[in-house]
């Protein structure tokens, strides 16, 4: 680690790391707690991550005075030998030192797409250019251009973990399925083309508000106690009332979209669907949500087993591709 412009440059990243190799670099904690053995010994377990991905670190020695010295969501410089345990990589620290906001830039240690978020956000506002319905046009582009939104959009993970946990993927998630409803609409002439696109653009992104990421992924104050279907229909409510004679039936019917996309009132939706195109925007969602969070699982397991390890979320193991084994 160099020190440059008052930031220590981060130079190796946990991708690159391999086995029996000693390790100085640093990491931010996304989650640590302190455990005992069957002697009592405390030891420390720490997940610790950066931009490409998460590591699983031990503190044997001192582990409960070293605890106290650093916060969940804090980044610390580290050293350790990189061993192999149960098919997965654990680092053995042998020291750490927290490292203040002016040392580090907060980017190299949380996950990104692949894809340029300018580009995307392009697209997103190109897909709203298209909309025959001039109303759903007119208040998705407001929304889109607002400056605040805008900017929130175009960083904001579209989850803490379960599915694009990365910066930008709420806005990747809401291209997915946009790029979805296009493939499936010509099967489902009837269906609401204008509904279905605003309903892919903004059933989430109330998240810009309820998730907090400018360090470890979490929730803001107003998240936990409002949540992102709430704010996204409060959102979507005052733009509406800066358009003049805004159709109430299709006020409804946008809202609607947002408070039933989970699907179920067990899955924390105020609404079950009650219009087709909130049907199938339920259906896209759960599919292009799962089918990330299952991947990125098994991309995440440096192993080379045909099977996945237990998914807690999903309940089950997953059989590997051979192309995933080989990349």
């Known amino acids: 680690m160099e020190l440059e412009t008052g930031y220590i440059q981060k130079s190796l990243f946990i991708k690159d790391l391999?086995?029996?190799?000693?390790?100085?670099?640093?990491?931010?904690?996304?989650?640590?707690e302190?455990?005992?053995?069957?002697?009592g010994k405390a030891y420390l377990s720490i997940r610790l991550s950066d931009a490409t991905g998460d590591l699983e670190g031990r503190v044997w020695e001192n582990a409960e005075q070293l605890s106290a010295t650093f916060h969940e969501g804090a980044i610390v410089a580290v050293g350790g030998k990189l061993n192999v345990f149960q098919n997965r990589?654990?680092?053995?620290?042998?020291?750490?030192?927290?490292?203040?906001?002016?040392?580090?830039k907060v980017e190299d240690y949380?996950?990104?797409?692949?894809?340029?978020?300018?580009?995307?956000?392009?697209?997103?506002?190109g897909y709203f250019d298209s909309l025959?319905?001039?109303?759903?046009?007119?208040?998705?582009?407001?929304?889109?251009?607002?400056?605040?939104?805008?900017?929130r959009y175009k960083v904001c993970p579209a989850a803490k973990t379960i599915h694009h946990a990365f910066i930008g993927g709420l806005l990747t998630h809401s291209i997915?399925?946009?790029?979805?409803?296009?493939?499936?609409l010509p099967l489902y002439p009837e269906i609401d083309r204008s509904l279905m696109i605003f309903g892919a653009a903004f059933h989430d992104f109330g998240k810009i508000f309820e998730l907090n990421y400018q360090g470890k992924f979490g929730y803001t104050d107003e998240g936990r106690l409002v949540g992102h279907i709430a704010i996204g229909v409060v959102l979507i409510d005052r733009k509406i009332q800066e358009i003049l004679q805004f159709p109430k039936e299709l006020e409804y019917q946008l809202k609607h979209l947002i408070l039933s996309h989970h699907g179920k009132l067990e899955h924390g939706s105020p609404k079950r669907p009650h219009t087709i195109e909130a049907e199938l925007l339920h259906q896209l969602d759960h599919m292009d949500s799962r089918i990330n969070s299952i991947?990125?699982?098994?991309k995440a397991e440096n192993n080379n087993s045909r099977w996945s390890g237990y998914h807690k979320t999903y309940d089950?193991?997953?059989?590997?591709?051979?192309?995933?084994l080989l990349e």
């Not at 089950?316 to 995933?324: C, S, T, V």
């Open 89 to 104: 990589n654990q680092l053995v620290i042998d020291h750490l030192i927290p490292l203040s906001s002016e040392e580090a």
């Open 132 to 151: 025959s319905n001039p109303w759903i046009k007119e208040l998705g582009l407001k929304l889109l251009k607002d400056p605040e939104i805008s900017a």
């Open 18 to 32: 391999k086995p029996k190799e000693i390790v100085r670099t640093s990491f931010l904690v996304k989650s640590k």
């Open 110 to 125: 949380l996950p990104k797409g692949t894809q340029d978020s300018e580009v995307l956000y392009g697209k997103l506002i």
């Open 176 to 184: 997915q399925l946009c790029d979805l409803i296009e493939a499936v």
């Open 34 to 39: 302190v455990f005992y053995s069957k002697n």
């Open 316 to 324: 089950q193991y997953y059989f590997k591709p051979m192309q995933m």
């Open 295 to 298: 991947q990125t699982f098994m």
